[in-house]
């Protein structure tokens, strides 16, 4: 699931501690308002821009119902599951660009000849699985100049990939950005869910008012006060997914280079999930979105790394 | 009340990989044998039936001695022999086995062989019942084989529970390409196989997108089919993704051959290039579907040869129609062509949208 191996620190915990002291009551307005200010500022927009939410998958299922009525809802593929189902579901029709090895590049020519008719366009950057920058400052440009376009970046592994495009939502209005605290933050436990989105997507989310768990918020505020832990979490990370990444190498394995907290795999043992499985290691078996033989491994801490390291050896081992 | 159960084993499959030899099809076989080729499958097939859980719910019938009996022995699994083998096996005893242990009433047969042996069980038996196709041979290709042997016992318990079951692809290789280090494969046939995806899959990226196989080609053949313009000649390509369009429709459809449909009718059955030209006499309006072979992702050149380069050229790159399952062209890279002709094959290059659902289309690349 690509949660950050890391807790929380304690202030964070003892914040939520105090919110679950007063599960009798909703969370005040002031308070919701009090973490859309935060987020604003983390984010570098006017608070008018951020819409809260229980988790952003949440905000790509409500920008896909809302959006998604006469106009054909354009992705990638493989992408995060949940936006597929949510357009199989609620989409004219859907139309998604196929991502291929090596590179897993989104090709800019293609994606520009695709928007001839209204379309709202989702684009997980970077993309999950693949751990891919699909984007770049001037493919965006030439995307949401066509107003006929609503674009929705999810950027839920921006602190790793450090790349983002939330500075153009004041100055483009068919322009939206999801964002969690659920990765990065180590609060995949809170559900906190952003969207950071243009005006053109103001009105629809007006009526999205969240009130969220008292527990979540506190904690969520109380991250945003004292975001350092967060910077050490991605550095941690970054350093063991490069350290994974160097062993897997020795090993002859084939690992494709990520922007996130998770690394993409291709190996030639086709029914490696299950026999990591076997040993107690859990992965993401991709066979369903990619060619068989490609894995999703989340980033865990170094001794789990270890652990999955080992697990590969004794597996290649038995393999050979 | 068990299930019967049939297992044969072509003891040879796989022999001539580890000697560096491309395959034991016809002399081959000797050539291994002298080169001090060991035989795989008994290890491969004593795996598939450690690894099955209901052993007690099943009853084997076996081919005799190393085509099935040898390895059965110590499985646990109660088992009866069919038919006698002699020192050398071949591909008419397989066919002649599986044919016996249709007649004497298997629920499902499990093979263990390569595409060559998949190609004699679908000779055999057809779609009549479904099988499971346990990987031991050097060519492996075709989609009918599991990725694994606890992948094939997995498959063989989820058939004792009961699950529905869908088609998979059964390919011919021409083995002298293979030798010469070219992969010239064309769709031979199908085989059933259990359906069980979702066994084999584990986690969130697997959730909510396990429809099986054949709702998804139902899907996808609704939508074509309510596309279809009455106006239009559709040439449809073989392949059981366009036979559940010609179903939605209500047609009869040839499952390796082309056949043409005008307002919803049968116009044309098991069509050769010149049959198909003639047909372009009558009709303006034509457009091709056709459905890439799994794997290698062929949409022309390998299993419809009838699609000639005169035949596209006269239908034109924007009246292709390529239709699969989500599965199968998830696991592409991307679209081949090898029509033969070079020209041909560079104007149908670039991306297309493929329809792999209701409403649901998938841009990929078609590469020659």
């Keep these: 699931m690509n949660e950050v191996p890391y807790p929380p620190p304690k202030k964070i915990i003892e914040a939520a501690q105090r919110g679950l002291s007063h599960l009798n009551r909703y969370a005040e307005p002031k308070e919701l308002e009090w973490l859309q200010g935060l987020l604003a500022d983390y984010s570098g927009v006017s608070k008018k821009h951020v819409v809260l939410s229980p988790g952003s998958n949440l905000l790509l299922r409500e920008a896909i119902h809302g959006f998604s009525k006469g106009r054909k809802v354009i992705t990638v593929s493989p992408s995060f599951l949940p936006t597929i189902q949510a357009a199989k579901q609620f989409a004219t029709k859907l139309v998604t660009i196929r991502l291929s090895p090596p590179e897993f590049d989104l090709d800019p020519e293609l994606v520009m000849d695709m928007l001839n008719e209204p379309s709202l366009m989702i684009i997980d950057n970077p993309n999950n699985p693949t751990g891919n920058i699909l984007l770049d400052r001037k493919m965006v440009e030439a995307i949401v100049e066509n107003t006929d376009i609503l674009l929705v970046i999810d950027e839920a592994y921006y602190e790793f990939s450090k790349e983002t495009f939330v500075g153009m939502v004041q100055d483009h209005p ?10 990065a933050f180590s609060l995949a436990g809170a559900r906190i869910g952003y969207l950071v989105a243009g005006e053109a997507f103001l009105d629809a989310f007006s009526s999205l008012y969240a009130i969220l768990p008292r527990s979540s918020l506190y904690a969520a505020i109380e991250a945003l006060n004292n975001p350092d832990y967060m910077r050490d979490n991605v550095t941690l990370v970054i350093k063991e997914r490069e350290r994974l990444r160097k062993s897997l190498n020795k090993l002859g394995v084939h690992v494709y280079p990520s922007s996130t907290n998770f690394l993409l795999i291709k190996t030639k043992i086709l029914d490696i999930a299950k026999r990591f499985k076997d040993i107690g290691v859990l992965i993401s078996d991709l066979s369903s979105q990619l060619s068989p033989g490609f894995i999703r491994v989340s980033i865990g801490t170094r001794e789990e790394n270890d652990v999955f390291i080992a697990g590969y050896t004794k597996i290649l081992e038995a393999c050979t | ?66 085509m099935g009996e040898e390895y059965v022995k110590d499985s646990g699994i109660p088992f009866a022999v069919i038919g006698t ?23 499902m047969l499990v093979f263990v062989g390569g595409d060559g042996t998949a190609r004699d069980i679908c000779d055999a038996i057809g779609l009549r019942i479904p099988t499971v196709a346990v990987p031991a041979g050097v060519k492996v290709f075709s989609s009918v084989f599991t990725v694994s042997a606890r992948a094939a016992a997995e498959m063989v318990d989820a058939f004792v529970k009961s699950t529905d079951v869908t088609e998979e692809e059964v390919l011919d290789i021409d083995e002298e390409a293979f030798r010469g280090g070219r992969l010239a494969s064309k769709l031979y046939g199908y085989l059933l196989v259990p359906n ?23 899907e996808s053949a609704s939508y074509i089919a309510e596309q279809m313009d009455k106006k239009t000649l559709y040439l449809l390509g073989p392949g059981t993704t366009l036979k559940a369009i010609a179903d939605e429709i209500g047609i009869p459809k040839t499952l390796l051959g082309i056949d043409a449909v005008f307002a919803k009718k049968l116009v044309g059955t098991d069509l050769n290039e010149k049959g198909i030209l003639n047909l ?11 459905t890439p072979i799994g794997g290698n992702g062929f949409i022309f050149g390998r299993g419809s040869k009838q699609f000639t380069p005169d035949v596209i050229k006269q239908v034109g790159k924007e009246n292709i129609m390529v239709v699969g399952t989500r599965d199968k062209l998830s696991k592409l890279d991307c679209l081949r062509v090898d029509t033969g002709d070079l020209e041909v094959d560079r104007t149908l290059s670039g991306y297309t949208e493929a329809t792999i659902g209701y409403k649901e289309g998938m841009m990929v690349k078609i590469k020659c």
């Design chain 2, 280 to 290: 372009f006499e009558r009709y303006k309006r034509k457009k091709i579907i056709v």
């Design chain 2, 196 to 218: 069980t995806k979702r066994f084999l899959q584990a986690g969130k990226e697997a959730s909510g997108m396990s429809k099986s196989s054949i709702e998804n080609k139902k």
């Design chain 1, 174 to 183: 068919n322009l939206a950005i999801t964002r969690t605290m659920d990765k």
């Design chain 2, 85 to 107: 083998v002699g020192e050398e096996t071949s591909a008419e005893d397989t066919k002649k086995i599986a044919g016996e242990m249709l007649t004497d009433g298997i629920e």
């Design chain 2, 1 to 66: 009340m068990k299930k019967i159960i049939g297992l044969v084993v072509n003891p040879v499959a796989g022999m001539g990989g580890s000697v560096g030899l491309k395959g034991t099809d016809g002399k081959m076989y000797k050539k291994a044998l002298e080169l001090g080729a060991k035989p795989g499958t008994p290890l491969r097939t004593k795996d598939v039936l450690s690894h099955i859980k209901n052993k007690d719910r099943i009853t084997l019938l076996v081919a005799s001695g190393k």
